[in-house]
């Protein structure tokens, strides 16, 4: 429900012209979070803890999701 209602309300903001380079950014923008997050995680994860009890959490993290 979030992607397409904020993908209108990108295309209401943008100015007719520049609303391709404005849906590109928030896409763009939208794909480096969820890879970014997952490298910071894994790497959090990596820090705090043993390796076999990370691969155990993200290995549970991915399943849930």
Request: charged share 15%.
């Amino acid at each position: 429900i979030l992607v397409p209602s904020m993908s209108s309300w990108v295309a209401d903001v943008a100015p007719p012209d520049k609303r391709g380079a404005y849906m590109g950014l928030y896409t763009m923008a939208f794909s480096f979070a969820l890879v970014l997050g997952e490298v910071l995680g894994h790497g959090y994860a990596a820090s705090t803890s043993s390796e076999r009890r990370c691969r155990s959490q993200i290995t549970a993290f991915n399943t849930a999701a």
